[in-house]
Every structure is written in structure tokens, then in C-alpha cells.
């Protein structure tokens, strides 16, 4: 039996071709970018690439598919790698355990990626990916801020330019207005108002790695928030692919 023949049914024989033959790289394989990452695999995406230079830690358990307690330090991608594998052994899966930087991009960005997925949580890097995409002329479907929300019929997609409410959002809209992108993004996001409502113990920050920015206090996050996130990107990119009148893969 094909397992991907109920997407069929629904999608066309044509559409499922352009998808295998699809390829989409994933920046961020935490809370949003795992459940992007397992829609995108059910769905039949032919080539995979996943990016992410994280080890799952106990305070990643709460809202992240990869992270279970039989996984703590272990490497994200290679949890990411393995469940691809067990869901599509098909599928073309390609790692990249590296920080995002204007260096690093060079080599994880290439003209033959169908979409970008940029689940990106440092605003650094998520700025250097989304602007280096665009300036390969590549798809960005890009998430904006999960945290701190707990209501999912908040969640709005478009334009990076339609944005509102998010904080996130107009940081990085006035960060992509410095480098002169103005539109041109797809955005996941919310217009609920972010809530922090608890003080966050010390031994609860966030630590930044070596050379990879400061850190940070954590945010209060749900499980059904970055998950709904993660699924509407994968829709997104999705979209992208077969309505693309200009695709690579007829």
C-alpha cells in the first residue's frame, strides 16, 4: 500500500510528484521547526535538509517533538534525521549541525531549495537567513513569536509586511527594513498579546552557547502553540510547492 495514497487522493497524482521531488530546508528543529519537520515528512517532501546546531535538553519537553527524556543531550538533527527516516525511509535527508551566521549560510543556502523554513528563535540569525534567501530569489516561510501564547485561533499567516501585534514580527520587519526588504516573506504569527505571567527562576535561563549571543531569560511556552506554528508552516511551504507555476519540478 502507498502510504502517502490518502495525500494523493486529496492533493492529485501531480501535485504528490511535485512534492517528492521537492526539496526544503529547515532552520531550527526545536519547538516550531520539529513539528514543520514531521508534516512536511508525512506529506511525502522528497528532500529534506535540517539545520540545527541544539542538543535537546528537560526544559525543551514541554513543546518539542524530538525532546523526551530518553533523548536529553542528544543532537536535535539527528533525532530529526531518524524520525524522517522511520516516517519516509524514501526521503532524501541531508544534516547540518551548524550555527546560522552570514558565514555559515554560504554553505546551507543554494538555488535548488523549493522553500526555506526559518524556525529560528536568535533575531541575528533569523535576519541573516531570511535576507540570504531572498537574495538567492528563495521562498521564505518564516515563524515569528510562539512564546508567551496560549490562544491558537489567534494564529494569522501572510506577508511579513501584514504583520501586527507581535513583538517579534516588528523587530524583524524593521531589521529586514535596514537591509532593505520590505516584503516578500510568508510569516506565521500571532495577534495575541504575549503573556510572561511568572517570574522564571535563575536556574531556569536560557544559556546562550560560546560566540552565539548572550543569555536570555526563558519565555513561558504550551505545547499546542509552537506545534499549531510548526503544522501551519508545513502547510505553508506545502502551498508553496504546488502552486508555484515557475517550479523546478513540473
Known amino acids: 500500500m502507498d502510504q502517502f495514497a490518502r495525500t494523493k487522493q486529496l492533493l ?36 529534506l535538509h535540517l539545520i540545527d546546531f541544539d542538543k535537546v535538553d528537560a526544559s525543551n519537553i514541554n513543546r518539542q517533538l524530538f525532546a523526551l527524556n530518553s533523548t ?17 525511509p524514501g526521503c532524501n535527508v541531508e544534516l ?12 546551507l543556502l ?29 521562498d521564505v516561510v518564516s515563524s515569528m513569536g510562539a512564546g508567551g501564547r496560549t490562544d491558537i485561533s489567534m494564529i494569522r499567516t501572510g506577508d511579513i509586511s501584514e504583520t501586527s501585534v507581535c513583538p517579534l ?13 520590505y ?14 505571567k511568572q517570574p522564571y527562576k535563575f536556574e531556569d ?23 499549531v506554528f510548526g503544522l501551519t508552516i508545513a502547510s505553508e511551504a506545502i502551498n508553496i510547492i504546488i502552486q508555484n507555476p515557475q517550479s523546478l519540478h513540473p
Request: glycine share 10%; charged share 25%; proline share 3%.
Open 12 to 47: 492529485g497524482a501531480k501535485n504528490m510528484g511535485k512534492i517528492k521531488n521537492a526539496t526544503v530546508a529547515v532552520f531550527g528543529l526545536g519547538a516550531v521547526g520539529s513539528y514543520a519537520t514531521e508534516a512536511l515528512a508525512r506529506t511525502g517532501v522528497g528532500n
Open 72 to 88: 536529553i543531550g542528544r543532537e536535535k538533527a539527528d533525532l530529526a534525521y531518524e524520525r524522517v527516516k522511520d516516517i519516509n
Open 96 to 107: 547540518h549541525s551548524s550555527f546560522i551566521n552570514a558565514k555559515s549560510l554560504e554553505d
Open 110 to 138: 543554494f538555488e535548488d531549495i523549493d522553500v526555506v523554513v526559518d524556525a529560528i528563535d536568535g533575531l541575528n540569525s533569523k535576519i541573516n537567513l531570511i535576507v540570504g534567501a531572498r537574495q538567492l530569489d528563495l
Open 169 to 181: 514580527a516588528r523587530v524583524v520587519r524593521q531589521r529586514l527594513h535596514r537591509r532593505g526588504l
Open 183 to 196: 516584503k516578500g516573506v510568508r510569516a506565521v504569527y500571532s495577534i495575541e498579546k504575549p503573556l510572561n
Open 205 to 227: 535561563a536560557v544559556d546562550a552557547l560560546p560566540d552565539h549571543g548572550r543569555s536570555r531569560p526563558p519565555i513561558g511556552t504550551v505545547s499546542w502553540i509552537p506545534g
